[in-house]
């Protein structure tokens, strides 16, 4: 798939996704969505900034990073619905309550998130390193999160008898302390292993880390019936997850910096 396909499907499905489903946002509550938009804005551009910041962003243009946050915001989640409903009526039949939404959200997520990282980088030939993956990955991951807190952000907004306003902004920053950027660290370790399976023909090293993306996010998703356990289960989840990002991050530094070819390229 070349940049001029990509573009194509991105407008017809991605776009289009995004707007319907922020939108239907709206008939629960206009406070949110509008409350929601803000906060995406000032996410987003923090998110970006801080792989901007950094030596691992790709000389790729701005349309690059305008494909990683529609596939994130718009098509990652088009692919994810009819997924999610059919995951969750099995499980419930099941009564897996536990796993409800480990089968619902991180199995369907990780998926669908990570075909996106395959197909931007097969469609831009300046993406060819597995770091490329990862930043790529990452973006992807920033626009799927973006998008799902505007969502959580109009429910939200109705947990509050009295305030529309004060219910989004209680649960946007509910979402950016109780694991902030989890969507952004899983498919940033998703896209490492998809660059290390596509760049270095390490395809046994890239499907391990795109497993385990899954089962992080899956066991992340796991609902415990003890508040106790399930914030004790959250803070033992971040001190592995986080690190964990941070070192991939590390080693995707010292990899470029010792990539002579890619020095002599750029």
Do not use: Q
């Amino acid at each position: 798939m070349n940049k001029t396909v990509l573009m194509r499907v991105l407008a017809v499905v991605g776009l289009p996704a995004t707007v319907i489903a922020v939108l239907a946002n709206v008939l629960v509550s206009a406070v949110g969505v509008w409350v929601g938009l803000l906060f995406a804005a000032l996410y987003l551009t923090a998110g970006t900034l801080l792989f901007r910041a950094g030596p691992l962003w790709p000389s790729a243009g701005a349309l690059w990073w305008l494909c990683c946050v529609v596939w994130g915001a718009g098509v990652s989640v088009a692919l994810v619905m009819p997924a999610a409903t059919g995951w969750t009526s099995i499980v419930e039949k099941l009564g897996w309550s536990m796993v409800s939404a480990s089968f619902s959200g991180a199995y369907p997520e990780e998926i669908a998130k990570a075909f996106g990282v395959v197909i931007i980088l097969y469609a831009f030939r300046k993406l060819n390193r597995p770091w490329h993956g990862f930043v790529t990955g990452g973006l992807i991951g920033l626009g799927f999160e973006v998008h799902e807190n505007v969502i959580y952000g109009a429910t939200g907004a109705l947990l509050d008898a009295n305030s529309d306003f004060n219910g989004a902004v209680e649960m946007w920053f509910t979402r950016m302390v109780a694991g902030p950027g989890l969507h952004v660290v899983f498919t940033a370790l998703a896209g490492w292993g998809i660059g290390l399976a596509m760049f270095r023909h390490d395809s046994l090293r890239g499907l391990w880390w795109v497993v385990l993306s899954l089962v992080l996010h899956f066991v992340w998703n796991i609902l415990w019936p003890s508040e106790f356990w399930l914030v004790t289960h959250y803070v033992i989840m971040m001190v592995l997850v986080y690190p964990l990002f941070i070192w991939v991050y590390w080693r995707a530094v010292r990899e470029k910096n010792s990539d002579n070819s890619y020095v002599l390229l750029a």
